[in-house]
């Protein structure tokens, strides 16, 4: 690929992983603080096709920490917004948007087409397991984002086999229902080991159903999601 804008990447992996990146197809589900940066940086690292899910519009209470959310983009349709920072980047840049949630009414239509490789960034526990369940039984590789939200350290973040996952809430829970879709393992996930973080004091009165992020922890986790997803489309040669 003759294109100065991954001219540092080429030096890293070589033109021929660049060019297997060019030739990639990534499907993002849910472009919020995680899903966005790693579309970001996938989109960065020159991957040829992005298909991108959400059915959301950016608002105020998201500009802490998705990377799409700003003054002037709230109120914009999160999928849209998405699309045209990625297209700042590379123009070439071939992307599908669906201003849709993801469902079991959807899934057919969301996930036809050729992917290389899926991100589950779905806040929705439902919507994640029939996705996950769905990329198993299509041999799709997946990888998943578990909870980010009310945690603090970024030195917990890791990545493992959901069988693998310790102190993660969504985790537990999402291991307990894939067992009962006769899944144990063969899901890659990024989790954090941190314990989950409540208030005290004054603040712990205000009682929502809405949990706390932080402007870093979901955005590593899309950054983490979107190392592996690389590394692995080019692993082969390099």
Do not use: W
Not at 207 to 224: D, M, N
């Amino acid at each position: 690929m003759n294109d100065e804008r991954f001219h540092r990447l080429q030096l890293l992996v070589g033109s021929a992983a660049v060019e297997r990146l060019k030739g990639a197809s990534v499907a993002i589900f849910g472009i919020g603080g995680v899903g966005g940066y790693a579309v970001e940086a996938l989109a960065r690292a020159g991957v040829g096709q992005l298909t991108l899910v959400d059915f959301d519009s950016i608002c105020a209470t998201n500009i802490n920490r998705q990377i799409h959310a700003l003054d002037h983009t709230v109120g914009q349709v999160k999928v849209a917004a998405m699309a045209e920072r990625c297209l700042a980047i590379n123009p070439e840049l071939n992307i599908t948007t669906h201003h849709q949630a993801y469902s079991k009414e959807t899934s057919a239509e969301l996930l036809a087409g050729r992917h290389d490789y899926i991100l589950d960034c779905i806040d929705n526990i439902t919507a994640k397991l029939h996705l996950i369940q769905s990329c198993i039984e299509k041999g799709l590789p997946i990888i998943s984002s578990m909870g980010a939200a009310n945690k603090l350290d970024p030195t917990q973040i890791q990545v493992a086999d959901i069988s693998a996952t310790k102190k993660c809430r969504l985790a537990r829970t999402m291991r307990k229902e894939l067992r009962k879709r006769g899944i144990e393992k063969g899901v890659k996930v990024v989790y954090s080991t941190e314990d989950f973080r409540l208030l005290s004091g004054t603040d712990a009165e205000v009682r929502t159903p809405v949990l706390g992020s932080s402007s870093y922890l979901p955005p590593l986790f899309g950054l983490t999601m979107a190392g592996v997803v690389i590394q692995e489309l080019i692993g082969e040669i390099i």
